[in-house]
């Protein structure tokens, strides 16, 4: 019985948080439910023949997507820390044959793109782990084509109760904290988008 009572109590206390009426109910435990990666990507506003560059696909929830978006002319680069995540990456794109999407592992630091330069640079729930982000964007620049952009979709504790219950403190970054950072390392805010239930979501490009 107290286990009920304690389920409802948790129920009705999410519900009642900010933000909840955007999710999807039966899927929370899905990201499908809240993550919203079709109307994330038309967001982008690609071209076919747009070069993307992905900061840590994890299990490439995004990265087919976008390489199916951008194709057959575009590329995507998928770069990770995580071996096992890019390896897993990598069998699939040699099992479905997909030529325009390049996943490789990097250190979270240097990147190397043999010359090439992006549309768009592309991070989910990554900014939050970069070392010394000011610094990092940076040196982001130099991988932009002319008028490349830098979205940066993160967690933050602002979206109310059901992200504080989901996700700890450490693993989320305030807008306000992007924007400023995003500011000093020499980029401007070109497009923010608020329908996503857990996470900030703005694009950027230099200044």
């Not at 990147?111 to 640079?121: C, E, F, R, S």
């Not at 990554?126 to 830098?150: C, D, M, N």
Request: glycine share 6%; hydrophobic share 40%; proline share 4%.
């Amino acid at each position: 019985m107290k286990i009920r009572i304690l389920i409802c109590a948790t129920m009705l206390l999410l519900i009642s948080c900010a933000n909840f009426s955007k999710l999807q109910y039966s899927r929370i435990y899905k990201r499908d439910g809240w993550q919203w990666r079709d109307r994330v990507i038309e967001s982008l506003n690609l071209k076919k023949d747009d070069k993307v560059l992905e900061l840590g696909p994890g299990s490439g929830y995004f990265t087919f997507a976008l390489a199916e978006k951008v194709a057959p002319s575009g590329q995507v680069f998928a770069l990770d820390v995580d071996e096992k995540a890019i390896a897993k990456i990598q069998g699939r794109v040699a099992e479905e044959k997909i030529p325009n999407l390049h996943a490789s592992v990097y250190d979270g630091s240097l990147i190397d793109l043999k010359g090439q330069k992006v549309n768009v640079i592309f991070s989910v729930n990554v900014y939050h782990h970069l070392p010394e982000q000011i610094k990092y964007f940076e040196k982001l620049k130099s991988h932009l084509a002319p008028g490349g952009r830098i979205a940066v979709i993160d967690h933050h504790l602002e979206m109310g109760m059901v992200l504080r219950i989901f996700v700890s403190k450490d693993h989320q970054t305030p807008p306000e904290t992007i924007r400023n950072e995003m500011d000093a390392a020499g980029y401007k805010i070109v497009q923010t988008e608020d329908y996503l239930p857990l996470q900030s979501f703005m694009v950027f490009e230099a200044k």
